[in-house]
């Protein structure tokens, strides 16, 4: 029995090592990161509304790629940059959450939503929901067998000027369906496209 458990935990392990490591890839694939700080800004209708597609050079997100950017308290802004159809019924949405404030922000607890299994995965995406007003229906982010959510953890505190890569993984909606609305508690809801 024992042996099993360890052989579980070891699969687990190397699956997590496995994502982190695509995540990486993707992220560096789609511009990555650069030290300097300043960034154009999409055009955006508000916090929380898409993004409008701009040209010129970044130091950050390729605004061409950019869904909706979600402006929350304390100088905390979330950039979507993807939101792919999958494989195996699944959608992956992408981004960034960047610290634009002036101190360390703790806010991603409350992220984590109202479900006590949740909350032992500390700051994260968990408490996601992407909302299909058409089809008048919710879905959340996906779990792991042990519980634990297929998104981004360990977001308890986001220094100022940090930016940190974000993920979470949701059930497809039907392939009929192309946008919903992505919700994360504390922060406004923003329309996002569903690419195939």
Same mark, same amino acid.
């Given at each position: 029995?024992?042996?099993? !458990?360890?052989?579980?935990?070891?699969?687990?392990? %190397?699956? %997590?090592?496995?994502?982190?490591?695509?995540?990486?890839?993707?992220?560096?694939?789609?511009?990555?990161?650069?030290?300097?700080?300043?960034?154009?800004? /999409? +055009?955006?209708?508000?916090?929380?509304?898409?993004?409008?597609?701009?040209?010129?050079?970044?130091?950050? /997100?390729?605004?061409?790629?950019?869904? %909706?950017?979600?402006?929350?308290?304390?100088?905390?802004?979330?950039?979507?940059?993807?939101?792919?159809?999958?494989?195996?019924?699944?959608?992956?949405?992408?981004?960034?959450?960047?610290?634009?404030?002036?101190?360390?922000?703790?806010?991603?607890?409350?992220?984590?939503?109202?479900? %006590?299994?949740?909350?032992?995965?500390?700051?994260?995406?968990?408490?996601?929901?992407?909302? $299909?007003? +058409?089809?008048?229906? !919710?879905?959340?982010?996906?779990?792991?067998? $042990?519980?634990?959510?297929?998104?981004?953890?360990?977001?308890?505190?986001?220094?100022?000027?940090?930016?940190? /890569?974000?993920?979470?993984?949701? /059930?497809?909606?039907?392939?009929?369906?192309?946008?919903? $609305?992505?919700?994360?508690?504390?922060?406004?809801?923003?329309?996002?496209?569903?690419?195939?």
């Amino acid at each position: 029995m024992k042996n099993n !458990r360890q052989t579980q935990r070891t699969a687990r392990a %190397a699956s %997590a090592v496995a994502m982190a490591a695509a995540l990486a890839l993707t992220v560096t694939a789609c511009g990555g990161r650069s030290d300097e700080t300043t960034t154009a800004k /999409p +055009a955006t209708t508000g916090a929380g509304t898409p993004a409008a597609p701009s040209t010129g050079a970044t130091t950050g /997100p390729n605004p061409a790629q950019v869904l %909706a950017t979600i402006k929350g308290p304390q100088g905390i802004v979330i950039t979507l940059t993807s939101a792919a159809r999958e494989t195996g019924g699944f959608v992956t949405v992408q981004g960034t959450v960047h610290n634009t404030g002036t101190h360390p922000y703790t806010g991603a607890t409350y992220w984590v939503g109202d479900e %006590a299994a949740l909350q032992k995965n500390g700051g994260s995406l968990a408490g996601a929901s992407l909302v $299909d007003m +058409a089809g008048k229906k !919710r879905y959340y982010v996906l779990r792991d067998t $042990d519980g634990n959510c297929l998104c981004t953890v360990k977001l308890d505190i986001i220094e100022p000027g940090a930016t940190v /890569p974000i993920f979470a993984q949701f /059930p497809a909606p039907p392939a009929t369906t192309t946008q919903v $609305d992505f919700d994360l508690p504390t922060m406004p809801t923003a329309s996002i496209v569903i690419s195939q």
